[in-house]
């Protein structure tokens, strides 16, 4: 099973998006997956449709140790594609964790004995306890990265808590690429951050890039992926290109 943190510190990046469009991707594909949703907000849940939980039927629980992970997984009606669904509970997870001996690794153990090829974790933005403990339960990372002028700001600091961790507590963790987002193909700025994010993390970046789309909101708003609203769209094109992107990778070790 292999574990992926889609994580930036800054919010509206695109990390729900990716992760519910990638995930749906690769349940395509006949993969069995799993989102985590670990942002409060519960957007990850919403966007798939998903009906509200309670507090402890949810990522809250299973963080906090009160509930079992495979209790509270949902099938969605993607085939092959199931969620831990957040609440607002969440919030207060911080402040909980803290008190806790093992507050760094509760994920983890939570997630380690699931059966999937893929759990994907949707982080809050941040740097607090919860994303600590997605940085360890996790081998890989996808960053999503808006391209907007302030896309560069904060990634420094970001890349040293990936360091503090692997150098820590998870020996083994990889980013696993930088996803530029919000593409707008017509503007200056979007080619000139492409173009300053590539020179600085070469590979490290995805070749596809996801545009700004219009289906993406729409789909949202809908409960559904892009990729079943309307998968002849630039959106679902280009994330059903990242999931190709994204299996390539695994298959030459990357």
Same mark, same amino acid.
């Given at each position: 099973?292999?574990?992926?943190?889609?994580?930036?510190?800054?919010?509206?990046?695109?990390?729900?998006?990716?992760?519910?469009?990638?995930?749906?991707?690769?349940?395509?594909?006949?993969?069995?997956?799993?989102?985590?949703?670990?942002?409060?907000?519960?957007?990850?849940?919403?966007?798939?449709?998903?009906?509200?939980?309670?507090?402890?039927?949810?990522?809250?629980?299973?963080?906090?140790?009160?509930?079992?992970?495979?209790?509270?997984?949902?099938?969605?009606?993607?085939?092959?594609?199931?969620?831990?669904?957040?609440?607002?509970?969440?919030?207060?997870?911080?402040?909980?964790?803290?008190?806790?001996?093992?507050?760094?690794?509760?994920?983890?153990?939570?997630?380690?004995?699931?059966?999937?090829?893929?759990?994907?974790?949707?982080?809050?933005? *941040?740097?607090?306890? @919860?994303?600590?403990?997605?940085?360890?339960?996790?081998?890989?990372?996808? #960053?999503? %990265?808006?391209? !907007? /002028?302030?896309?560069?700001?904060?990634?420094?600091?970001?890349?040293?808590?990936?360091?503090?961790?692997?150098?820590?507590?998870?020996?083994?963790?990889?980013?696993?690429?930088?996803?530029?987002?919000?593409?707008?193909?017509?503007?200056?700025?979007?080619?000139?951050?492409?173009?300053?994010?590539?020179?600085?993390?070469?590979?490290?970046?995805?070749?596809?890039?996801?545009?700004?789309?219009?289906?993406?909101?729409?789909?949202?708003?809908? *409960?559904?992926?892009? @990729?079943?609203?309307?998968?002849?769209?630039?959106?679902?094109?280009?994330? #059903?290109? %990242?999931?190709? !992107? /994204?299996?390539?990778?695994?298959?030459?070790?990357?």
């Amino acid at each position: 099973m292999k574990t992926v943190a889609v994580i930036n510190q800054k919010g509206g990046v695109g990390k729900t998006t990716t992760t519910i469009n990638l995930a749906t991707a690769l349940a395509a594909v006949d993969k069995k997956v799993l989102i985590v949703d670990l942002d409060p907000q519960g957007n990850s849940s919403t966007g798939l449709g998903m009906p509200k939980v309670r507090g402890l039927e949810s990522s809250y629980g299973v963080l906090l140790g009160m509930v079992h992970a495979k209790d509270v997984i949902q099938e969605t009606y993607v085939k092959g594609l199931y969620v831990i669904s957040s609440t607002i509970d969440l919030a207060a997870a911080e402040v909980e964790l803290f008190q806790q001996s093992d507050r760094e690794s509760r994920l983890k153990k939570a997630l380690s004995n699931l059966d999937f090829d893929y759990v994907f974790i949707d982080c809050p933005p *941040g740097f607090g306890l @919860i994303n600590i403990n997605s940085l360890n339960a996790s081998n890989k990372i996808i #960053i999503p %990265l808006q391209c !907007e /002028f302030y896309a560069l700001e904060g990634l420094t600091q970001l890349f040293n808590t990936i360091q503090s961790v692997r150098s820590t507590i998870n020996k083994d963790l990889m980013v696993g690429g930088i996803l530029l987002t919000m593409y707008d193909r017509r503007n200056n700025l979007s080619r000139t951050i492409e173009e300053d994010v590539r020179s600085h993390f070469g590979n490290l970046v995805f070749d596809t890039v996801i545009p700004r789309n219009v289906r993406i909101s729409e789909a949202a708003s809908y *409960g559904r992926p892009v @990729i079943l609203h309307d998968i002849r769209s630039s959106g679902a094109i280009s994330y #059903i290109e %990242l999931a190709r !992107e /994204f299996l390539g990778r695994e298959s030459n070790g990357e």
